[in-house]
């Protein structure tokens, strides 16, 4: 039963997440249609020539972020630290691939 109930709250994370990246990306597309900017073109900070830029935000969410992401969270759950967005923050920075290059 507590691994049925385990199962449930990791769907609930992903699907968490999957809801986020959904409101973005309406988001950004309502934003992009009031400004005019459906030609692919990024308007984003960053300097567009990212291979991100050119995606949905779900696409770049799971290229990016979601396995690392859910990885700590997990992690978070099983450890419960004091400080857990101190905790999740450096999980994610001793887990950047940019750092290691």
Do not use: H
Request: hydrophobic letters at 25%.
């Amino acid at each position: 039963m507590a691994e049925k109930k385990k199962q449930q709250q990791s769907k609930g994370s992903s699907q968490g997440l999957q809801n986020i990246a959904d409101e973005d990306d309406e988001q950004n597309q309502n934003q992009d249609q009031d400004d005019g900017l459906l030609t692919g073109a990024s308007n984003q900070q960053g300097g567009g020539g990212s291979k991100f830029q050119q995606l949905p935000l779900r696409d770049y969410y799971e290229s990016s972020v979601t396995q690392v992401l859910l990885e700590g969270l997990r992690e978070l759950g099983a450890k419960r630290p004091e400080n857990p967005i101190q905790f999740l923050g450096k999980f994610l920075l001793d887990r950047d691939p940019e750092k290691k290059k």
